[in-house]
């Protein structure tokens, strides 16, 4: 059983940057598992935003954050993390972060351990 945390959500403005992490434990390590961040606002979907393989070598993003986040890990700290820069009201969502058994992936019905989520709100 692989538990996911996130961290690093907070209240910003427009143009600031967050880094959100996500570490895992319950004794299984991420290098195992593609991980990916996803989102989920108010009365819409939860949505892909960001993937990277097994071994870091392949990532992937949303067409509206690339070129502002980047999605990294760390296996050696059991933690993913996600740089937001030059953040957007509307990337104010809940942030979640989960866990593949593919090499990675962008569809979340792929992902089979999630965290609890946590929020990031961009005022204008």
């Known amino acids: 059983q692989v538990q996911l945390v996130e961290s690093g959500g907070g209240l910003v403005q427009a143009g600031d940057s967050l880094r959100l992490s996500c570490a895992a434990s319950g004794g299984t390590f991420i290098r195992s598992y593609g991980m990916g961040w996803f989102r989920q606002a108010p009365g819409k979907e939860r949505e892909f935003v960001a993937a990277i393989s097994w071994s870091g070598s392949i990532t992937d993003y949303t067409d509206s954050v690339k070129g502002r986040f980047t999605i990294s890990r760390d296996n050696a700290k059991n933690t993913v993390y996600l740089q937001m820069n030059s953040l957007k009201p509307e990337d104010t969502a809940v942030y979640y972060c989960?866990?593949?058994?593919?090499?990675?992936?962008?569809?979340?019905?792929?992902?089979?351990?999630w965290g609890q989520g946590t929020q990031v709100t961009v005022s204008s």
């Open positions: 989960a866990a593949t058994r593919a090499i990675w992936t962008t569809r979340p019905g792929d992902y089979v351990y």
